[in-house]
């Protein structure tokens, strides 16, 4: 069973940041495009921002600007910096890691909570 591994959640004021980190095994890193989603209490989950093995990026409209998604393929680690934080930015975080094609696969880490107070 793969086990993507998040932390760097919590609590911040509106305004604020916090940076998310992932681990992935070292199998899966190397060759899968990496990515965060979030879900809001009664929303369904959405995309925040992907990066490829490539170092291609893609953000959500409503964090362009204000988030910054990188990995560290030495680390096996992908980052989301998120600053400017607002209070609709609260939600469950989610770390993805996918590969389309042959030997496509997805897998998701098991959330973590990121809660912005006004």
């Known amino acids: 069973q793969v086990q993507l591994v998040e932390s760097g959640g919590g609590l911040v004021q509106a305004g604020g940041s916090l940076r998310l980190s992932c681990v992935a095994p070292?199998?899966?890193?190397?060759?899968?495009?990496m990515g965060w989603y979030r879900q809001a209490p009664g929303e369904q989950r959405e995309l925040v921002a992907t990066i490829t093995n490539y170092g291609l990026t893609n953000y959500a409209d409503s964090v362009m600007g204000r988030f910054s998604v990188s990995r560290d393929n030495a680390k096996k680690t992908v980052y989301l910096q998120m600053g400017s934080l607002k209070v609709e930015d609260t939600a469950v975080y989610y770390c993805?890691?996918?590969?389309?094609?042959?030997?496509?696969?997805?897998?998701w880490g098991q959330g973590i909570q990121v809660t912005v107070s006004s």
């Open positions: 993805n890691s996918d590969r389309a094609g042959w030997g496509a696969f997805s897998y």
């Open positions: 070292e199998n899966i890193f190397s060759i899968s495009r």
